[in-house]
Each structure stands twice: as C-alpha cells, then as structure tokens.
C-alpha cells in the first residue's frame, strides 16, 4: 500500500479518468460559461461581446427580477436550515434512542428523497388545487370556507406553498446524515452521562450534539447550497409565478434562456448561483470551525 | 442455503437493472414534468422496408430513409390523429422512408426545439411557431429554405397562408391550418337566460353581470399558462385598436404601445377581472384545468384558439350544447368583428443539418398537406390548404369555425409569437402583474412600450 501511495505514476495514472471527467464535465463548462455570460447571445445567432453589462443588468434592472429571486432563495436557505434541519435533527435523536423499529421509520422517512422531485410536485398540485385538493376540501368541511385560497396562484401564499413540499422532501436526507452521526458517537459516553444522572435532553443538548458538529455542519451546507439551486420543485408547481412570486434563480435562469432567448443573461445568473454557493460554503466551514476547533 | 439465496437476489437485481436500463435506451425522446402524456415514438406500421428497387421521389432515394419529425401532437392533443394519419399516408405513397414521430407537450416543447437548434441536434422535420418565434432560428442559418419545394405545391396551398414562414423573403416553412381564437360559449346555459352571443364589449358586460346574477362565474382562462391569458387580452387590443396599428407596434414598424387604444383594452381586462368575470383560481389553474370547467358546464365562456372546437368533440359529454362566436368589438372605428386574432402560426421547418434534404423538403409539404385534410375533417383545425375532398361529415363546430375564418377581413398572429422573444417573454411576464394587480394599465403600456423601445 506504501509502495502504491508513494509512487507519483501510479497516483497520477489513477486519478487520471475521474480528473478527466471532472474537468471536463465540470470545471470546462463552468469557464464557458464565464464566458457566455460576458456576450450578448441568444445562444444560435451571432454573439455580441458586452462584457459585465450582464452582471450591472442583474442587480439594477429593475424589470430583472434578479434581486427578488436571491431573496427567495436566502427565504428558502434560512427555512431550510431553520425548519428542515431542525425536524431532522429532532428525528434523527428520537430514533436513535435504539427504539424498536427504528430501521423502518429510518426507511420510511427517507422514502420521499427516493421519489422524483416531479411526482412530488404533481401530487402537491393536486393537494393544493383551488377546487377539489385536500387542504381546501378539508378547510370547507371545517367551515373555513374564508380561508380557502389558490395557494399556488395567489401571490401572497406561493412561495410559502411552494417551499413546503420542497422542506419535506429531504427532511429523511437530512434525518440519515444526523442518524448516522449519531450512532457512531460511542455508546460509553451516553452511559457514563446516564450514570452521572444526565436526562435523555441533557445528554443530546451537551453531548451528542456537540459531537455531531461535522456533520451538521456538511448538512447545513448541503442545506444552503441546494436552496440557492433548488429548481425542480418550483418549476413544476409554479414556474416561479404568478408575477415572479415564486422566482429563484434557477427558474429565472432558466426562463431567460429559453423564453427569452437570453442565453448571455443567463449565463451570468449561473456564475452567480455559482458563486454563492462557493461563497456560503466557505463562509459556513469557516462559521462551524471556530465552534468545533 | 443463505448463499445460495443471496446469489439469486443478487443476480435477480442485476437482470432487473440491464432490463431497465435496455428499456429506457430506446426511446429518447425528452418529456419534462408537466405533461401526463409523454413522449410517443409513432412508428406508423410500415414495415415493408423489404420493399427495395422502388425509386421512391424525385430524389431517386433507392436506399431506406429514415426521416425523424419533431411536434407538439401528444395522444391528447386535437392534431395527434390527423399526424398519424398524415404520416401513414406519406409512407403509403413513399415506400422505403419512414417516418418516426416524437411528440413533446407544447410548453416544454418550446424549450427542447430551441435547445435543438443551439445544439445542433435538430431533427429532419420539426414543428414550430412562426413569425417571431422562428426568427432566430432563420438567422442561425439552422433552417433550410424550401422556396424550390414549394413550387412543387404551390397551386394547392395559397402563398399568403406562408406569410408568417416567410423571413427575407424566403420561405422557410409549410403550414396546415390556419386557427383563429374564438369566443366559445355554453348556449345552453346562454338560452337557458334568454342571451346571445356578444358583439360588442357592453354587451359583454351584460352577458357577465347575468351569469354573475345567477352565481356563475362567466369566464373561464388560465394565467398558470400564459399563453390562454395572453389570447384572451391579445383578442381585446386587436379589436380595440385594429390589425394595422397593432402589427405596426408590435414589429416595431412605427407607432408606440403606450397609446389609447392599446390602454383601453388592458383597462377592459382589468374591468373583467375586477367585475369577477374570471374564475377564481385562474393562476393556479393550468389550460387543460380550466378547460375542463367549460367542457363541463361549470364556466359558460372561454376564449382559446380554433382547436377547441375539436376538443369539444372528444372531451364534453354534451357537444351540442356548444356554440362560438367572434371575440366583441371594443372600438368600431379602429376594428370590425371579422378581424381575427391567428392564422398561420403552425409550421413545419426542415433542418440545414437534415442528411436526406430532397425527401424532407418534399415530406415536410406532403405532409403538412394531409395534416390540413384530416385535421380539417377531424375538427382540430381550419385548412390552410385548398380543399378538394368531401367537406359534409364535418361538424358543425367546426364548420362554423371554417365559416368564420373564410370571413376574416384580417389575421393577426397572436402576440407572443408575433414579438422576438425577448419581447414576448417580458409581454408575458407583464400580463402576469396585469391580471395580478401590480401594475395599472397605464403602466402596462408604458412598460411594454419601453421594452420595444418606444
């Protein structure tokens, strides 16, 4: 294994495939992306070198809509970290408490990350449809009738309605990282803070947690980074309407090219989605490592 | 025991994924979320490949020809058996090229075909848009020109129906109907009241305010799909400031949206909308949603394009209790009731990159041909092309559609493929804060003005 390890061919000549692949799948498209965002391009005809114009159009455009979409998707991280961490880290100490049937609600509750991001969208269509879905059928069956609504297609309750299915969904992705944190925390720690007298809360506030830093913290960027790309959910439940209620920058990316044939304009809301995400992946290694030392 | 159990699941599993990946490597045909009904691979039954020395067209194509072609007519579109017979029929007289059909649902499809075309991954024959939808595509230099095959038809499908293919002067597409939107109404629910149809947009208010009387909601759209709302607010401006003005403005010809007329009939739709004319919920609702209230007899009035007519048919248990009318005239100076919103939008374009270019200039007019014929006879369309076939099994929708459209003193395509796109997407997205609230109709126009540059 040394000798492997120390030969420089032999390294070199084994990383070379995945290298390969990760530079040209990745790194390659990324700069030619870079580069189409500084052209005015409809992505068939001939291209007009503008350079940052793209980028100054982002931020004050007022018809853009940019600005508007970042803070759907800073909403969408900030409920993400907030609500979906905080269910999954709930889950994950309630079940690994060594109850009996935790492998099947372990299994259970991850089964929504397994289904396609577009049945979920088609079945909350359904359960949020104005005339005959079950939060409005329910509501009228209380009385509620003033509380019904058109929660995809009212301006007011979109984003929101939009993002509820998008929480649940990863909450059992979330809830496995923590879970598995949480078993290899060595039992003989839990039982000596048993025998001290801690209860169960005590033991998972000042001990389990605490050990669980690293992996909160991969699952708090994973978090952050897929509300800024999160696209899927919202495309096939709102498209990001009505009137750009439900707009993050994936959509809006997305409807600039191919509505609009922008491929210029979009290609620069990439390099910023991009960016941001490198950007708060940094910023959060750095947040957690004061913590955890 | 347990080793032997474990060998058979482990090989069972790995049956499970080579045939699952072997069964999705078939068809690839893309089909994005919203669409129930995918993509279909249609190969219409022509297995006589075997058939070898025929010398098939004029190309002397002695070899098997495999044409691919692209379109919006899934198995639940009006268009979708008029293709297949279309397609049966071309490979019938052709023997030797087949044709295989993927069909994509319409918005995604507007997606895929420009993808396509920026990667140089079009098919032979494709469907689109014409007018500014296209234009881009043109420019690319992705198209090819089909003036040569065009002579081949031209005494059967008039040059004015290819208006909207035409870029440069050169044709660059064939199309098959000619669609017109029209003012679909329940005239049952409209006897049942003692009204008729409206002809001007008083008399429309009136018809709302009965229906609203009665606690009825009028009239059913969609906003969730744009494009139903657009045909509606389209219909209102054409026949407020008049087909001359409006195609003026919106070409970028002379004149400026932020105009009168053009304030008037987006201060209409704001009065429909404040009146509760619209059904609640239209945002939220896409087309096939909406039109189901109708087909239904829930909503009495929609206005969408010509192939409802045919829709009717197939998707209401009662069709005769349908009837249409042009959409009301808002201000008689400017336009009349025979002016139409559509004409020749569909269209059918031949790649640059097709390897086979004589027999798919040629396909792409057959076919079109006998999409016109049986899309005609099949109530999904008015025929673009001249008709020389027997026209008394065609229903009385659909005659009356075909009545209408003859009548036309003008055609105006509807807006968002009319613009470029950048126009027309920013056209749509405004509608959206019209119909929401967020902007008033003066500063619609004066936003839509300042996107054309006016």
New interface residues.
């Given amino acids: 294994m040394d000798k492997v390890m120390k030969n420089k061919t032999a390294i070199i000549l084994f990383m070379l495939p995945a290298t390969v692949l990760f530079v040209s799948i990745i790194i390659v498209p990324i700069f030619m992306s870079g580069y189409y965002s500084l052209l005015d391009w409809?992505?068939?005809?001939e291209a007009t070198f503008i350079g940052l114009d793209n980028y100054i159009g982002l931020f004050t455009s007022r018809?853009g809509g940019f600005v508007k979409s970042l803070r759907n998707a800073f909403i969408l991280a900030g409920l993400s970290v907030t609500l979906q961490l905080g269910l999954a880290l709930i889950l994950a100490l309630a079940l690994a408490k060594g109850r009996k049937g935790e492998r099947f609600f372990v299994t259970v509750f991850f089964i929504p990350v397994m289904i396609s991001t577009?049945v979920i969208?088609?079945l909350w269509m359904k359960i949020?449809?104005?005339?005959y879905g079950l939060i409005n059928m329910a509501l009228r069956s209380m009385g509620l009738d003033n509380l019904t609504r058109?929660?995809?297609?009212?301006?007011d309750t979109a984003l929101l309605a939009v993002f509820i299915p998008l929480l649940w969904q990863y909450v059992g992705y979330h809830m496995l990282l923590m879970y598995a944190g949480i078993k290899s925390i060595p039992t003989s720690l839990r039982e000596a803070a048993k025998i001290d007298g801690a209860t169960d809360n005590q033991i998972s506030r000042y001990i389990t947690i605490p050990l669980l830093k690293p992996v909160l913290q991969v699952c708090v960027i994973f978090a952050v980074v897929g509300s800024l790309k999160a696209f899927?959910m919202i495309?096939?439940l709102?498209?990001g309407?009505?009137?750009?209620a439900s707009e993050v920058p994936s959509t809006l990316m997305?409807?600039?090219?191919?509505?609009?044939?922008?491929?210029g304009y979009g290609s620069s809301i990439a390099i910023m989605i991009i960016f941001l995400c490198f950007f708060f992946a940094v910023l959060i290694k750095k947040a957690f490592k004061t913590e955890v030392d | 025991m347990k080793v032997f159990t474990k060998k058979v699941v482990g090989l069972f599993l790995v049956l499970t994924l080579i045939m699952s990946l072997t069964a999705c490597g078939g068809n690839d045909a893309g089909s994005t979320g919203n669409s129930t009904d995918t993509d279909t691979s249609t190969d219409s039954g022509s297995t006589d490949s075997g058939s070898t020395d025929t010398d098939t067209d004029s190309g002397a194509d002695a070899e098997d020809v495999t044409l691919t072609l692209w379109s919006i007519a899934t198995e639940s579109d009006a268009f979708n058996p008029a293709y297949t017979k279309a397609i049966a029929d071309y490979e019938a007289a052709h023997p030797g090229v087949t044709i295989v059909h993927e069909t994509f649902e319409n918005e995604s499809y507007k997606t895929k075909i420009k993808t396509a075309v920026a990667a140089n991954d079009l098919p032979d024959i494709f469907f689109t848009w014409g007018g500014g939808f296209s234009q881009a595509f043109v420019e690319s230099e992705k198209v090819m020109p089909l003036d040569d095959y065009y002579a081949d038809f031209s005494d059967e499908l008039n040059e004015a129906a290819l208006g909207n293919a035409t870029y440069n002067g050169q044709i660059y597409g064939t199309t098959y109907s000619t669609p017109v939107s029209l003012l679909f109404y329940n005239r049952k629910m409209f006897d049942e009241r003692g009204l008729t149809a409206p002809t001007t947009f008083e008399e429309w208010k009136e018809v709302n305010q009965a229906f609203l009387d009665d606690g009825i909601t009028p009239i059913g759209i969609s906003v969730k799909d744009t494009w139903v709302l657009a045909m509606t607010h389209d219909a209102l401006t054409l026949k407020s400031a008049g087909p001359e003005k409006v195609h003026n403005v919106l070409t970028k010809t002379s004149g400026s949206y932020n105009d009168p007329d053009f304030i008037n009939a987006s201060a209409s739709l704001v009065e429909l909308i404040e009146m509760g004319a619209l059904i609640e919920g239209a945002a939220g609702l896409s087309n096939d949603e909406a039109s189901q209230l109708f087909y239904n007899g829930t909503v009495p009035m929609y206005i969408t394009g010509s192939w409802m007519a045919g829709s009717i048919y197939t998707d209401s248990e009662t069709p005769e209790d349908f009837d249409l009318a042009p959409i009301p005239v808002l201000n008689d100076a400017n336009a009349q009731i025979t002016d139409f919103m559509g004409g020749a939008s569909d269209t059918l374009m031949v790649a640059a990159s097709t390897k086979y270019p004589e027999v798919a200039g040629n396909a792409a007019f057959e076919l079109a041909r006998s999409v016109s014929k049986y899309a005609y006879l099949d109530g999904a369309g008015v025929a673009a092309w001249n008709v020389d076939y027997d026209e008394s099994d065609i229903k009385p929708l659909v005659q009356k559609v075909a009545q209408n459209a003859t009548s036309a003193t003008s055609f105006t395509l509807w807006f968002d493929t009319l613009m470029e796109a950048g126009d027309a997407g920013e056209y749509l997205a405004l509608l959206q804060e019209l119909y929401i609230g967020n902007l008033t109709p003066e500063e619609f126009a004066e936003a839509m003005a300042d996107q054309l540059g006016q």
């Avoid at chain 1, 949020?128 to 005339?131: D, G, S, V």
């Avoid at chain 1, 058109?150 to 301006?155: A, E, I, R, Y």
């Avoid at chain 1, 997305?254 to 491929?263: E, G, K, T």
């Fill in positions: 409809d992505g068939m005809t018809s577009v969208g088609q949020y449809n104005p005339q058109t929660w995809l297609g009212d301006q899927d495309y096939v709102t498209n309407g009505p009137a750009h997305v409807s600039r090219i191919f509505l609009r044939n922008q491929y």
